[in-house]
T-cell receptor, first 113, second 111 residues
Framework: GQQLNQSPQSMFIQEGEDVSMNCTSS?????WLWYKQDPGEGPVLLIA?????ELTSNGRLTAQFGITRKDSFLNISASIPSDVGIYFC?????????????FGTGTRLQVTL | DAGITQSPRHKVTETGTPVTLRCHQT?????MYWYRQDPGHGLRLIHY???????DKGEVSDGYSVSRSKTEDFLLTLESATSSQTSVYFC??????????FGQGTRLTVV
């Protein structure tokens, strides 16, 4: 099945640094979502993007829907320890149907003091 | 939390036995989903439901069946568990066509 390529796979950063991660696909998606997963928990929705070129912020998080519809980016500014976790991108291919999402393999973020 | 409860949270079962996982929602959302999460694969859709008694297959449906007899409950059954079905299973719900909210997961080990 289709898979989204997410990079980097993992990253160590220092508290206060900015973080960037991205997600690419060989196919077009109509919607991009970014989720965060803490250990032992389910993914929690961070940002949803609905239009190509859209730039959306949620606090220190900013995400963009790539103009080609084949990629998306997530930036976290001034990272803090609670940003630790796994970040997943997800794309929805077919509008008008149930939310059948295709997920990336995740970016594991670790923040050092 | 989006009012999603998965049960059990952890289960160990033997190869060849049937297993049923339950997802219960209190949000009255139309759509419900079952995903599995494995290292290196992210989350993959097993089955989903778009209403009572209306279900369809996802990407990795072989060896799984589902039922939805009430809006609030979506059951996932492993007809004859295999070691390859050892995974973490997540239920999700959505009202519209996009944002899905996830439960806390069920860790299933097949020995």
């Amino acid at each position: 099945g289709q898979q989204l390529n997410q990079s980097p796979q993992s990253m160590f950063i220092q508290e206060g640094e900015d973080v960037s991660m991205n997600c690419t696909s060989s196919s077009i998606f109509n919607t991009w979502l970014w989720y965060k997963q803490d250990p032992g928990e389910g993914p929690v929705l961070l940002i949803a993007l609905y239009k190509a070129g859209e730039l959306t912020s949620n606090g220190r998080l900013t995400a963009q829907f790539g103009i080609t519809r084949k990629d998306s980016f997530l930036n976290i500014s001034a990272s803090i320890p609670s940003d630790v976790g796994i970040y997943f991108c997800a794309g929805q291919l077919n509008p008008g149907t149930a939310s059948k999402l295709t997920f990336g393999t995740g970016t594991r973020l670790q923040v050092t003091l | 939390d989006a009012g999603i409860t998965q049960s059990p949270r952890h289960k160990v079962t033997e190869t060849g036995t049937p297993v049923t996982l339950r997802c219960h929602q209190t949000e009255n959302h139309r759509y419900m989903y079952w995903y599995r999460q494995d290292p290196g694969h992210g989350l993959r859709l097993i089955h989903y439901s778009y209403g009572v008694k209306d279900t369809d297959k996802g990407e990795v449906s072989d060896g799984y069946s589902v039922s939805r007899s009430k809006t609030e409950d979506f059951l996932l059954t492993l007809e004859s568990a295999t070691s390859s079905q050892t995974s973490v299973y997540f239920c999700a719900i959505s009202e519209g066509q996009v944002e899905a909210f996830f439960g806390q997961g069920t860790r299933l080990t097949v020995v």
